[in-house]
């Protein structure tokens, strides 16, 4: 009797391809969509319409950022398909600790209460200007100042040239500076900022 080959069942391939980056395609959904509901979902959803193209992800020599653009794709699928903008606060995308990063503050224990209140107010605006931007500038941001996601990296998860992200990255850096500066004047009622 002849032992043929044992080759592993096609999910049990699939499973030892990608399972090791769910954890990151989690952490990356979280960041598009802001909840762990819809991060679950959106994983969920990439997940199943890999599993039939199991030969083709065999083929993919680096299958992290790969995986990262298809699940990209696939949330900007999912809100085309909805026909609505993914609105949620800032504060709701970032977790606490960048929160602090990204507003370049350090907490004080001798914080005076017009510290607190400055901060608060600051964070209240930068929610707002996140908001105002559209979803993919705002993914931009998140991935590279927030995340601090290389730009060849974006790049790739994007589906675009470096220099693509880096004057996208610019004009959303621009957009968001725009609107602070001008909510941040005196009497100021910043209606939409120009893009």
């Known amino acids: 009797m002849a032992i043929f080959p044992f080759r592993p069942s096609a999910q049990k391939r699939f499973h030892r391809l990608v399972q090791p980056h769910l954890e990151g395609m989690y952490a990356f959904a979280y960041r598009l969509t802001g909840t762990r509901q ?14 039939p193209r199991l030969s083709e992800l065999e083929t993919v020599e680096q299958l992290r950022p790969w995986l990262n653009r298809v699940l990209y794709r696939q949330f900007v699928d999912s809100i085309r398909r909805r026909g609505r903008r993914a ?3 800032a504060s709701e995308l970032m977790e606490a600790d960048h929160q602090a990063d990204w507003f370049d503050a350090l907490e004080s224990h001798d914080a005076t209460p017009e510290l607190v209140f400055d901060q608060s107010r600051l964070g209240f605006m930068l929610d707002e200007a996140m ?19 290389r730009q060849e990296d974006v790049a790739e998860v994007l589906g675009v040239a470096v220099g693509t992200v880096k004057s996208r990255l610019h004009r959303s850096r621009a957009t968001l500076r725009k609107y602070l500066q001008q909510r941040m004047e005196p009497g100021s009622d910043v209606r939409r900022v120009e893009e």
């Not at 991060?39 to 890999?50: F, G, I, P």
């Not at 908001?131 to 996601?149: A, E, F």
């Open 38 to 51: 819809d991060a679950e979902d959106l994983v969920q959803d990439v997940v199943v319409k890999l599993y």
């Open 87 to 89: 609105d949620r606060a």
């Open 131 to 149: 908001d105002r931007l559209s979803p993919d500038q705002r993914t931009l941001l998140l991935l590279h100042d927030v995340d601090g996601w």
